[in-house]
């Protein structure tokens, strides 16, 4: 258990609950109710061991925060999970309805554990072990299914080994969801290219066949497209776009808009991993505190390449 200020307070709760979900104690110590609530929180966060952070705010000393986060009547238990208050209660709850509140939203134990396989098997991937790495990835999703980054993960290294059955059979739980997450659904067509490389006579020309089919016919959308799949699968990630806006620009909508969609997809694959929360270069919590230092995040290269492809679809659709 901490006590949080004003002055710890993007460090304790807006950072902390990147990792692990932060319960919020808002207190007083003339408050009867939150004499009893007090020792239940702290006997439970021991018994949790780690899958929660318990913190408490003295409401009379901390009125600002209390303010932010609209605190009528004490005890208050706010949740906070990714810098967002998720849920939260009022009131000298009993230990069973506590518990039962903090399990709708915080991992099991096993959860937990599955989660720290996957985040293993990063380090097995930097490693050169990518066989170990998708034992982990595999193990973590066979406990935890709905872990979604893991299962990110998981297909996106069977797709770098080869193992592209195995890839489509792991992504296919992703693609039924409704609705679909775009990480998914590139990888969806970063599969499609591969498969059309390996199985379409066209997937082993060279650029300068396909240009000479497009010199006699500048809308052979057809080869365009198998043209961008097979600068895909080679990592040449701008010559595909490239390629897809002259589709795009010429009929939106050709072939139920594969090109757009793929070309979407690039950006998707192409797009930098959102950093972990920092709380120096935060501008303003959930709660509406204004934390230590906007952010005024400098784009690596690929983020400045994908912002300026991202650019080009929007004036090629516009």
């Known amino acids: 258990m901490i006590d949080v200020t004003l002055e710890n307070f993007d460090a304790e ?12 104690d808002f207190w007083a110590p003339w408050c009867g109710p939150c004499k009893v609530i007090g020792p239940l929180l702290e006997k439970i966060e021991t018994e ?6 318990l913190v408490k705010i003295d409401s009379d000393q901390q009125q600002e925060l209390s303010q932010a986060f609209g605190i009528r009547s004490i005890p208050t238990c706010v949740l906070m999970v990714n810098g967002k208050p998720a849920d939260g209660f009022m009131g000298a709850l009993p230990e069973s309805k506590i518990k039962e509140f903090l399990d709708k939203h915080i991992p099991s134990e096993a959860e937990v554990e599955a989660q720290e396989e996957a985040e293993d098997a990063q380090a097995l991937v930097a490693a050169g072990d990518p066989q170990a790495a998708l034992h982990k990835l595999h193990s973590a999703l066979t406990v935890n299914p709905g872990n979604d980054d893991a299962r990110y993960d998981y297909v996106k290294l ?46 082993a020309w060279a650029p300068a066949q396909f240009d000479a089919l497009i010199a006699t016919n500048k809308r052979d959308f057809d080869t365009r497209l198998a043209k961008a799949r097979v600068f895909m699968v080679g990592g040449d990630w701008t010559g595909a776009m490239d390629e897809l ?32 929360i920092d709380p120096a270069t935060m501008g303003k919590s959930a709660g509406g505190i204004e934390l230590a230092g906007k952010a005024v995040a400098e784009l690596d290269p ?9 650019r080009k679809l929007s004036m090629a659709l516009n």
């Open 158 to 203: 069977l797709i770098e080994n080869d193992m592209l059955d195995d890839a489509e059979a792991a992504l296919a739980p992703a693609l039924a969801e409704i609705p679909r997450q775009l990480r998914f659904d590139a990888l969806k067509h970063f599969l499609d290219a591969i498969k059309f490389v390996v199985t379409d006579e066209r997937g």
């Open 48 to 53: 949790y061991a780690g899958r929660f952070k």
């Open 302 to 310: 690929q983020a400045q390449l994908v912002a300026t492809y991202r």
């Open 13 to 24: 709760v807006v950072a902390a609950s990147s990792t692990v979900p932060v319960l919020v």
């Open 245 to 276: 806006l002259e589709i795009i620009m010429r009929d939106k909508a050709w072939g139920d808009a594969v090109p757009r969609k793929t070309f979407v997809a690039i950006l998707e694959l192409l797009t930098p991993p959102k950093p972990k």
